[in-house]
């Protein structure tokens, strides 16, 4: 499939069509001149032939052959169409040649055209006379016809083509004229959403109601998108509590157990002591559990937006620095010229991106890069580290949720809710070794 | 008047070489007996005088009159007066100019005494029998280059008879100064009068210096050869005559295996004249048993088969016409006198005609004698009114019955019958007056009837014309009025052609 812009393309075509166009018309025009011309030629010649009649008529019965050549030598004035006056099949009197009279006429064959006969050399226009049986015969020479016929049509060819191409061109300008509102329709369309639109030159009255009708169609959408996020971020708490209820478990369990171990009067001192040992550290764990979920409740996870997610990485980066004043110089941010925008919901998704950089400040030695990318159906922030990084199956298992220690195991943590924001968001955390020999994340956030 | 077209001197050729010039050779039944227009009675005057001088206006083969020393003309809204305007710059073939005042005089000369054929322009103001008083300004230079004609009445026909071979312009002033003007004739023609040789009977015309036609005449010379019918036939077959038209030949001649066969009608007809001044046809009953009697159209099948029968006087194509046989119901008296039917001894088939004519009456009752007569003796018996009857061929000067009938007028010199009927004569009156052509319709039956009642003339036939021409000729346009009219300025011959 080719694509073309209207205006290229009906102006492509008048160009390439203009002369194949102009030619049949001027052929046609010509054609049609040509036959009403020599239709009248015969009925011009035939209407004189009509007004002698009647006097002819009456000089054949008085017998009177010096007047009826006068005659027809006045009707072929140059002598090159001669005419007779033909009695019972014999002529009476001729034009041009007193030696055809009294012979009689030669049998051609001939088409019957415009009331005329028309034979290979000549037209033969007949005429009744009211004396029985003659007629008046005209002999047009078809070579003359047909050379002042061909002439004639040269003329009216070239005259009618020169007036086509001109009108054509005419036309062709006229419709650029007209195509460039198309231009302006186009250019309309597309600010169409601008809603700090300026008058054109040219204003077209559907596209005012087209845009009324989009910007109402705008804010309902907003409205219905806010809507969707509240929606949205009540899923996330109830995710977010599943979770921790979901995490909380097996501590709990574990702790449970430990005590069951501790309250069993069976329970050798060497086992007693491990549980001793471990209960505080299980204790530890769901505290950090239960202040990780607090913290996710800090934000305000109640929109939805259409943002520049420039924007909040920015402020990420703000928060970070702040935090991490010692470690800030290993980021860095490449930042696109344009924006990029994605539907999110901006403080769920900037704590996710805190995370990962709070991750990779703590384990990258020198140098952790933050970059954007953007496809038609998905937005992708990647921070990558020259840290120790990790195994891919050890990133599994983290977020299969069975691995846990000390700092690992607040990566862990940190990567687990990480992940579960990009749920919420149709997206996903994608791991990888990075070039520079740590760990690159991507944080991919689909189309919502 | 009688326009006559038989041989009458045995040509002896001689033919001197002329280098490379064109040479068109016409072979003529007689040299022109006058060059003067006004006093020509004869088809080879006539002839002549076509080639020689030029008229206000002439013929077109199609009878069109078309611009020849006037470039235009006009006529008045009652039809009564006629202006001509000469074309610039002409000249006779002695280079002297041509002006209104020539045309004036030539016209003039036209209406005089001496002119044979003063009755044609008998409608002029100041025309009278005696003569023309010019001081009625019937004919006069409005500038020097118009001339105005005032009619008495109008008449359509002016114009033919301007164009006919009668009516051409002399100059003025080489007439006034050579008293043998005709000797040497000046004319402003297409070809300029060379040599008369009596001696070889040849008249010899060069191409005009002074041609003032569209088209340049091709023919550095013409010649007129005077020789009888059979020595012109013998020498066209041996490629040394390039034109018989003068003579008419039946279409079956044996002469067209050598060159072009031109076949058209002519305004002519053949007639045995009764002169009924002279015993036994000074008796209209006589007349009519004699015509009657005489079975026309078995001598037309005999003699010039491929002719039209003649059912009466008018030829086919010009009003008055018969065309349908009318029963011949006349009732007359078979004469016991006899009778002498001059013909044309230098008719090749006269031997045979004379057979066949006696044949024919004397099985009827009638004493006849067939007289074949020298050429001259004919014309001089027909002008005096000599002969009983005669056998003559009519040309015509112009296309009108009129001129025809214009023969059986009391006063016209022409009356070869002698007939004196004051009817007639006001029906030919009438004729010539009467401006409307289909008005005459009616008159010119009842004239026909008339002369038809007198039986003066016995109708043989209305000849076909079968021109003979040289294969290296081109150009020939026969013209249906007569072939005085044929255009040789127009005709061309292939140099160093042998046919």
């Given amino acids: ?448 | 008047m009688l326009r006559l077209s038989w041989p009458v001197i045995v040509y002896a050729l001689s033919i001197p070489l002329y280098g490379s010039e064109v040479i068109y050779k016409k072979s003529v039944y007689s040299l022109p007996l006058t060059f003067d227009p006004i006093k020509m009675n004869d088809t080879a005057s006539l002839l002549a005088s076509n080639l020689i001088y030029d008229g206000l206006v002439r013929f077109a083969p199609n009878l069109r009159i078309e611009p020849a020393i006037a470039e235009s003309w006009r006529f008045s809204g009652d039809g009564k007066t006629i202006t001509f305007k000469i074309r610039k710059n002409l000249k006779f073939h002695n280079g002297s100019p041509i002006s209104v005042a020539d045309v004036v005089f030539s016209l003039k000369r036209n209406l005089s005494e001496e002119s044979v054929t003063r009755n044609y322009f008998d409608c002029i103001v100041g025309w009278n029998e005696k003569g023309f008083d010019e001081g009625m300004g019937g004919i006069k230079a409005i500038s020097k280059d118009i001339i105005e004609i005032k009619l008495k009445h109008p008449y359509p026909n002016f114009l033919n008879i301007m164009a006919g071979a009668t009516a051409k312009v002399l100059s003025k002033s080489e007439f006034e100064r050579n008293q043998n003007y005709f000797v040497r004739p000046i004319g402003s023609g297409p070809f300029s009068f060379h040599s008369l040789d009596e001696k070889s009977r040849q008249v010899r015309l060069d191409a005009s210096k002074f041609n003032y036609r569209k088209a340049k005449v091709s023919l550095d010379q013409l010649w007129l050869i005077e020789s009888d019918e059979k020595t012109a036939i013998s020498l066209a077959k041996a490629g040394k005559i390039d034109d018989l038209t003068n003579w008419p030949i039946s279409g079956s001649n044996e002469v067209f295996k050598f060159g072009k066969k031109i076949s058209a009608p002519v305004n002519g007809t053949w007639i045995i004249g009764l002169n009924a001044k002279l015993a036994p046809f000074n008796k209209k009953s006589v007349r009519k048993a004699f015509k009657r009697d005489f079975n026309t159209e078995n001598f037309r099948i005999k003699f010039y088969s491929d002719s039209y029968p003649a059912l009466g006087y008018i030829p086919p194509g010009l009003p008055g016409n018969i065309e349908t046989p009318e029963t011949n119901s006349s009732v007359g008296e078979v004469s016991k006198s006899k009778i002498r039917i001059s013909i044309p001894k230098e008719l090749e088939k006269h031997g045979e005609m004379k057979k066949f004519v006696e044949k024919m009456l004397i099985a009827k009752g009638w004493n006849v004698e067939v007289v074949p007569i020298k050429w001259d003796d004919l014309i001089s018996g027909y002008s005096g009114k000599k002969l009983q009857s005669f056998l003559v061929a009519m040309n015509m000067d112009y296309p009108d019955p009129e001129f025809l009938f214009k023969n059986f007028e009391s006063n016209n010199k022409d009356n070869f019958s002698g007939i004196s009927d004051k009817e007639i004569d006001q029906l030919n009156l009438e004729l010539r007056t009467e401006p409307d052509r289909f008005k005459k319709i009616p008159i010119l039956k009842l004239l026909r009837s008339k002369i038809d009642d007198q039986s003066v003339t016995v109708n043989l036939f209305h000849p076909k014309a079968n021109y003979w021409i040289s294969s290296c000729v081109n150009g020939f346009k026969p013209n249906i009025i007569s072939d005085v009219y044929i255009d040789y300025a127009s005709i061309s011959k292939k140099k160093n052609c042998k046919p």
């Avoid at chain 1, 995490?247 to 086992?271: G, R, V």
């Fill in chain 1, 1 to 448: 499939m080719t694509k073309i812009s209207i205006y290229d393309y009906i102006n492509g075509s008048i160009s390439k069509t203009k002369w194949q166009l102009s030619s049949l018309l001027a052929l046609m025009l010509t054609l049609v001149m040509g036959s009403i011309t020599l239709r009248d030629t015969v009925y011009n010649e035939k209407k004189i032939l009509a007004a002698l009649a009647p006097h002819l008529s009456y000089l054949i019965t008085i017998n009177d052959r010096t007047e009826i050549m006068r005659i027809l030598s006045t009707v072929d004035t140059p002598g090159t169409n001669p005419v007779s006056v033909i009695r019972n099949g014999t002529i009476y009197a001729h034009s041009i040649n007193p030696e055809l009279i009294d012979t009689t006429i030669a049998s051609e064959k001939f088409i019957p055209l415009f009331g005329a006969n028309f034979s290979a050399k000549k037209i033969y226009v007949k005429y009744p006379l009211p004396s029985a049986g003659s007629i008046l015969l005209l002999e047009l020479s078809l070579r003359n016809i047909l050379t002042k016929l061909a002439t004639f049509m040269g003329g009216i060819f070239l005259f009618s083509l020169g007036c086509l191409q001109f009108l054509s061109s005419r036309v062709g300008k006229h419709l650029s004229k007209v195509l460039k509102s198309i231009k302006i329709l186009e250019n309309q369309v597309q600010r169409l959403s601008d809603e700090n639109h300026e008058e054109t030159e040219i204003e077209f009255i559907e596209l005012d109601n087209i845009r009324t009708e989009l910007n109402r169609t705008k804010a309902n959408l907003t409205l219905a998108k806010e809507l969707l996020a509240i929606q949205k971020a009540k899923e996330i708490n109830m995710e977010i509590y599943k979770r921790l209820i979901h995490d909380l478990q097996n501590p709990i369990t574990a702790m449970n157990t430990l005590i069951t171990l501790l309250d069993e009067e069976d329970t050798d001192i060497e086992i007693r002591k491990e549980a001793l040992d471990a209960l505080p550290k299980i204790a530890d764990e769901i505290l950090c559990q239960i202040v990780a979920t607090k913290k996710n409740f800090e934000f305000d996870t109640n929109t939805f937006k259409r943002v520049d997610i420039r924007s909040f990485i920015q402020e990420a980066l703000v928060q970070i620095k702040s935090t991490n004043p010692d470690n800030y110089h290993k980021v860095t941010y490449i930042v696109p010229n344009s924006p990029v925008y994605t539907a999110c919901d901006p403080p769920s998704l900037k704590r996710a991106v805190i995370n990962i950089l709070e991750n990779g400040l703590d384990f990258s030695r020198e140098k952790l890069e933050i970059w954007l990318t953007q496809t038609e159906e998905s937005t992708s922030i990647h921070i990558s580290d020259d840290g120790p990084g990790m195994e891919e199956g050890q990133f599994e298992e983290i977020m299969r949720g069975t691995t846990r220690s000390g700092k690992g195991n607040r990566a862990a943590l940190g990567l687990s809710s990480v992940s579960h924001i990009l749920k919420n968001h149709n997206g996903v955390l994608k791991f990888k070794k990075s070039s520079m020999g740590g760990s690159e994340f991507q944080l991919l956030i689909g189309v919502l």
